[in-house]
T-cell receptor, first 115, second 115 residues
Framework: AQTVTQSQPEMSVQEAETVTLSCTYD???????LFWYKQPPSRQMILVIR??????QNATENRFSVNFQKAAKSFSLKISDSQLGDAAMYFCAYRSPWGTDKLIFGTGTRLQVFP | GAVVSQHPSWVICKSGTSVKIECRSLDFQATTMFWYRQFPKQSLMLMATSNEGSKATYEQGVEKDKFLINHASLTLSTLTVTSAHPEDSSFYIC???????????FGDGTRLSIL
């Protein structure tokens, strides 16, 4: 069975600085999808970024980028030029391309942004 | 686009009553909807996957008779917590997707409190 591990329960960053959130996963599949979701205090889950395992190029979305290391089964999220609105819980998630394509979430990292 | 509406956002009821939570895709047809449960300061745990017009697939350990899921149309799925007890108090989140390999879009969640 696949597992997702986020080893940082909490992280903090100063506004305008850069922060990296870690995520590792375990799977025997060669093809899969990885996601970072943001859950602000309003509790709605928002998709931040998505990576297909067959793509070697790291995904980027404006200030958000990932460092995808397939061999190491690592999928970290880098937030550049952090803003106060980035404060939230961040969840890393894995999805198999087969079967019901359910999401398997990590335990989350709470990110605080200080002015 | 890709808006998922969940209703109600917060419900408080007495022990022993049944509670229905609705999940609607407002601007797309959702062939598959997912129901998650989130305990305070914890990650999302998938409860069940429902495909329009067929029975839901429940995750191991989730009581089918306790958590009734109906996905009668391409835009609506409902979760009914039957004979609710205080231990059923939690945050319930639904998500929906259009077709295979498309991202899941999440609702705002429902906070259920059983007295």
């Amino acid at each position: 069975a696949q597992t997702v591990t986020q080893s940082q329960p909490e992280m903090s960053v100063q506004e305008a600085e850069t922060v990296t959130l870690s995520c590792t996963y375990d799977t025997s599949e060669s093809d899969y999808y990885l996601f970072w979701y943001k859950q602000p205090p309003s509790r709605q889950m928002i998709l931040v970024i998505r990576q297909e395992a067959y793509k070697q190029q790291n995904a980027t979305e404006n200030r958000f980028s990932v460092n995808f290391q397939k061999a190491a089964k690592s999928f970290s999220l880098k937030i550049s030029d952090s803003q106060l609105g980035d404060a939230a819980m961040y969840f890393c998630a894995y999805r198999s391309p087969w079967g019901t394509d359910k999401l398997i979430f990590g335990t989350g990292t709470r990110l605080q942004v200080f002015p | 686009g890709a808006v998922v509406s969940q209703h109600p956002s917060w419900v408080i009821c007495k022990s022993g009553t049944s509670v229905k939570i609705e999940c609607r895709s407002l601007d797309f047809q959702a062939t598959t909807m997912f129901w998650y449960r989130q305990f305070p300061k914890q990650s999302l745990m998938l409860m069940a996957t429902s495909n329009e017009g067929s029975k839901a697939t429940y995750e191991q350990g989730v009581e089918k008779d306790k958590f009734l899921i109906n996905h009668a149309s391409l835009t609506l799925s409902t979760l009914t917590v039957t004979s609710a007890h205080p231990e059923d108090s939690s945050f319930y989140i639904c998500s929906a997707r259009t077709r295979d390999n498309q991202p899941q879009h999440f609702g705002d969640g429902t906070r259920l409190s059983i007295l």
